[in-house]
């Protein structure tokens, strides 16, 4: 397996493309120069359940049925032209993915919704990216 192409940050790669359906992800164009990513977290919902006659007459809490994202962000080295970019898929439902180091992937549909300006970051400029997750996240593991 080849070595992809050296990234600053972590040896995180951003990848987007065209949201097919709802289960295909076709995030073939890089987005280079990602600094820091901080992924959706997955976290499951609960139904509080009132009702008469309770066991000690206390709210029971049960497991819902929805799993739910948070958001994700990028932050990326300031290119006009990767700016440019971001911005044409600002609330544009696309694919995503990102592979991480150990080549490792996180694969999911979503949007971007928030374009920051770009701004001073310790060694250049940087612009940070909010994306809505929808949908499941399916990491897969480094495949030889």
Same mark, same amino acid.
Do not use: C, W
């Given at each position: 397996? %080849? &070595? @992809?192409?050296? $990234?600053i940050?972590?040896g995180?790669h #951003? *990848?987007?493309? @065209?949201a097919t359906t709802?289960?295909?992800?076709? /995030?073939?164009?890089?987005?280079t120069?990602?600094?820091? #990513?901080?992924p959706? %977290?997955?976290?499951?919902? +609960?139904?509080? =359940?009132?009702?008469?006659? %309770? @066991?000690?007459?206390?709210?029971?809490?049960?497991?819902g049925?929805?799993?739910?994202? &948070?958001?994700?962000?990028?932050?990326?080295?300031? &290119?006009?032209t990767? *700016? /440019?970019?971001? +911005?044409?898929?600002l609330?544009?439902?696309? !694919? #995503? +993915? $990102? +592979? *991480? !180091?150990?080549? !490792?992937?996180?694969?999911?549909?979503?949007?971007?919704?928030? =374009?920051?300006k @770009?701004?001073?970051?310790?060694?250049?400029?940087?612009?940070?990216?909010?994306?809505?997750? !929808?949908?499941?996240? $399916?990491f897969?593991? /480094?495949? /030889?």
């Open positions: 397996m %080849a &070595d @992809p192409t050296p $990234v940050g972590y995180v #951003f *990848y987007y493309g @065209p709802a289960t295909t992800v076709t /995030a073939t164009t890089e987005i120069g990602l600094q820091d #990513f901080t959706s %977290a997955e976290k499951g919902t +609960k139904v509080v =359940v009132k009702y008469h006659n %309770a @066991p000690g007459n206390r709210a029971v809490t049960l497991p049925p929805l799993v739910e994202n &948070d958001d994700a962000k990028a932050t990326f080295v300031y &290119d006009a990767h *700016y /440019a970019t971001l +911005k044409g898929l609330n544009t439902p696309q !694919s #995503f +993915k $990102v +592979k *991480y !180091s150990d080549y !490792s992937t996180d694969t999911f549909q979503g949007f971007i919704y928030e =374009v920051g @770009p701004t001073p970051m310790e060694k250049e400029m940087g612009v940070e990216v909010t994306l809505a997750v !929808s949908g499941t996240i $399916v897969a593991t /480094a495949t /030889a």
